[in-house]
């Protein structure tokens, strides 16, 4: 019975798959084996919430006796990528001499303009910097994780003002802190262990 629990413990510790931000030189790595990124699959660290309010509201304008009576009709559309969403690479490009890739999760989108740019900042994370916007909607507003005022996305540096590139980041700790949207991959690693014993014979 333990010898079962134990080969249990050790398929689960080889083959289990995590989740681990996608550096520069793994992403390069890939490209090698599938250089079309046809078979690549890339994840949001957080769930990316974002709001696009309608670009022209419908009203109607109407006087009744001594008032005038406006009725409106607010139509935004949300856009949810889940942790487990799996986006494409559709594009790699530059900023400001760091790499950017653009990345699609949705089916309809082949194209830069589209979708979601993640750009190579100093702490050797792609974190998001370009959202897309839809046609017939003002820019959308941003959240991480959660709908919250306090996890609203701004533009902004992570650490530095010496930083590159401004990255979407949620401020923590009175200004001190920011957390970033960031773009990860699942990672299986198996490494089975095969030990070898030699017994000494004595001399």
């Not at 109407?62 to 594009?91: C, F, L, M, S, W």
């Not at 950017?100 to 309809?108: E, G, M, S």
């Not at 190579?120 to 897309?132: H, R």
Request: charged share 30%; proline share 5%; hydrophobic share 35%.
């Amino acid at each position: 019975m333990a010898r079962t629990i134990a080969i249990i413990g050790l398929l689960i510790d080889v083959g289990c798959a995590r989740r681990v931000n996608l550096s520069l030189a793994e992403f390069d790595e890939l490209r090698q084996l599938d250089p079309s990124q046809e078979t690549l699959r890339v994840f949001p660290g957080k769930k990316l919430i974002s709001s696009y309010p309608e670009e022209q509201e419908v009203r109607n304008v109407d006087i009744k006796r001594d008032k005038v009576v406006v009725r409106g009709a607010q139509r935004p559309r949300e856009r949810i990528i889940g942790v487990n969403t799996p986006g494409k690479v559709v594009a790699v490009d530059e900023l400001n001499g760091m790499p950017l890739l653009w990345v699609t999760y949705f089916a309809d989108c082949g194209a830069a303009d589209c979708a979601y740019g993640f750009v190579l900042t100093e702490q050797k994370k792609f974190s998001l910097v370009a959202i897309p916007g839809l046609a017939g909607f003002d820019d959308p507003t941003s959240h991480r994780g959660t709908r919250t005022r306090r996890n609203r996305l701004r533009l902004g540096k992570i650490r530095s003002l010496s930083e590159l590139n401004e990255v979407y980041v949620v401020p923590r700790r009175r200004g001190k802190k920011f957390l970033s949207l960031d773009l990860q991959i699942h990672k299986e690693t198996y490494k089975p262990t095969r030990k070898s014993k030699q017994r000494a014979p004595g001399v």
